[in-house]
């Protein structure tokens, strides 16, 4: 089994598509109106609208409701990431921060209320397990 990719689901795609965009760098790839990815090496972040939804199961997903999942995005310099995302990003949840694991991490909430992780690993053990 390969993992590849996440999907959120959104009342507003556009809106939600133009801000990863700007909080990653990584330019989105619309199949539909409905429906767009932005493409990582390591993963894929998907962003579908709730007319998707019945596609899969009728009320089987809910826009704007997660309250349990992180997405998370490896970056060279989280505090350049902060810098450059400041005055964008109107929900930081912590500033960047060095965590027991070490991991220097930036916690913020995306327009849908989803919260995103943007980190850089800075100890020697965290350097090692993220090494491409």
């Known amino acids: 089994m390969d993992f590849v990719s996440i999907r959120i689901i959104t009342s507003d795609v556009a809106c939600l598509v133009e801000f990863y965009e700007r909080a990653t760098g990584v330019q989105a790839i619309w199949a539909t109106e409905d429906f767009a990815e932005l493409k990582t090496p390591g993963a894929t972040l998907a962003i579908a609208d709730t007319r998707t939804v019945p596609l899969f199961a009728p009320g089987s997903a809910r826009p704007a409701d997660n309250q349990s999942v992180i997405t998370e995005f490896l970056v060279d310099d989280v505090d350049r990431v902060h810098q450059n995302l400041t005055g964008f990003v109107t929900d930081f949840v ?21 919260l995103v992780n943007i980190f ?13």
């Not at 912590?94 to 989803?114: A, H, I, Q, Y």
């Not at 850089?120 to 350097?127: G, K, W």
Request: hydrophobic fraction near 30%.
């Open 94 to 114: 912590t500033e960047p921060t060095t965590m027991p694991w070490g991991n220097r991490s930036l916690l913020f909430r995306d327009p849908d209320g989803n």
């Open 120 to 132: 850089t690993p800075i100890t020697p053990a965290a350097i090692e397990k993220f090494a491409r």
